[in-house]
């Protein structure tokens, strides 16, 4: 079993930049993927980035690449995902995932099996 606790939101203008970071408990945190989604009101929560177990890949969407970046320290259990330039269409409740089907990256919503609860990211324009 794997917990994920998110911290790092916030209110930030727009060209801001944040950091949110994902705490996971379980001694099995370093031999699974991770990702970041986020759901915006009324739309279906999406994919943002992906990291594999090792930090050794990475994938983004195509609407944050190049602004963000996910980073993992697996002695800290914990993920990381640097925001950069931010926009008003970034503000959404973004969400921490761990995959324990797959070990390499993945943007499938259905790869993932853990979940975070969630914070809260506003870009005021």
């Known amino acids: 079993q794997v917990q994920l606790v998110e911290s790092g939101g916030g209110l930030v203008q727009a060209g801001g930049s944040l950091r949110l970071s994902c705490a996971a408990s379980?001694?099995?945190?370093?031999?699974?993927?991770m990702g970041w989604f986020r759901q915006a009101p009324g739309k279906e929560r999406e994919f943002v980035s992906t990291i594999s177990w090792s930090g050794g890949s990475t994938y983004y969407a195509d609407s944050v690449r190049g602004r963000f970046t996910i980073s993992r320290d697996n002695a800290k259990n914990t993920v990381y995902l640097q925001m950069n330039s931010l926009k008003p269409e970034d503000t959404a409740v973004y969400y921490c995932?761990?995959?324990?089907?797959?070990?390499?990256?993945?943007?499938?919503?259905?790869?993932?099996?853990?979940w975070g609860q969630g914070t809260q990211v506003t870009v005021s324009s």
């Open positions: 379980g001694r099995t945190f370093s031999s699974y993927a």
């Open positions: 995932a761990a995959s324990s089907k797959f070990m390499s990256i993945t943007t499938s919503y259905g790869a993932y099996d853990y």
